[in-house]
């Protein structure tokens, strides 16, 4: 089973500021890795998939990058809506999807 | 509107079932794998299973593995989980999402709850 792992668990930062999030995987997931924001009762949001491909409607202050199994998720000037908690996620094939343990971006 | 919407979660006891079903609309069923994905409260998502667009391949994650059955039916545009020795662990928010082409989850419903206590 393929294990991602974030960091930093937390990140506190300031509107205007820029992001910078890490996703590593166990083993190389090529591309196959999607990016997700999820706010306080409410579901997921995809923003980034195939590492680097926005989703539709996803603003282009939030860009990925990465292959294999060093993944970056960047917010280059963090909105006051930005504010949430961010997943990585990787597929193999049918038989296993999986998430990373989040990073959390909170106001400073 | 494409839209997913999950119903059937509720509370039951340890060593007890449950079926899950996720309504989709707004889109072509039969044109996209479909997924289960849960969150227990507080804490990160934890994909469950997985069936592509026809039922002819299915994954679940090894937490789940013998005891969770998902299907779906196309012509009823709908996806299932059923769940039975269920435990106090498989207590979450159990979220059906949709599957692209690029194995992304890019539509997702709001989830339904499922409590496991005695």
């Known amino acids: 089973e393929i294990v991602l792992t974030q960091s930093p668990a937390t990140l506190s930062l300031s509107p205007g500021e820029r992001a910078t999030l890490s996703c590593r995987a166990s083993q190389s997931v090529s591309s196959y890795l999607a990016w997700y924001q999820q706010k306080p009762g409410q579901a997921p949001r995809l923003l980034i998939y195939d590492a680097s491909n926005r989703a539709t409607g996803i603003p282009a202050r939030f860009s990925g990058s990465g292959s294999g199994t060093d993944f970056t998720l960047t917010i280059s000037s963090l909105e006051p809506e930005d504010f949430a908690v961010y997943y990585c996620q990787q597929r193999s094939n049918w038989r296993g999807f999986t998430f990373g343990p989040g990073t959390k971006v909170d106001i400073k | 509107e494409v839209q997913l919407v999950e119903s059937g979660g509720g509370v039951v006891r340890p060593g007890g079932s449950l079926r899950l079903s996720c309504a989709a609309s707004g889109f072509t069923f039969d044109d996209y794998g479909m997924s289960w994905v849960r969150q227990a409260p507080g804490k990160g998502l934890e994909w469950v299973s997985g069936i592509n667009w026809n039922g002819g391949s299915t994954g679940y994650a090894d937490s789940v593995k013998g005891r969770f059955t998902i299907s779906r039916d196309n012509a009823k545009n709908s996806l299932y989980l059923q769940m039975n020795s269920l435990r106090a662990e498989d207590t979450a928010l159990y979220h059906c999402?949709?599957?692209?082409?690029?194995?992304?989850?890019?539509?997702w419903g709001q989830g339904t709850m499922v409590t496991v206590s005695s």
């Open positions: 999402a949709r599957v692209t082409a690029m194995s992304a989850f890019d539509i």
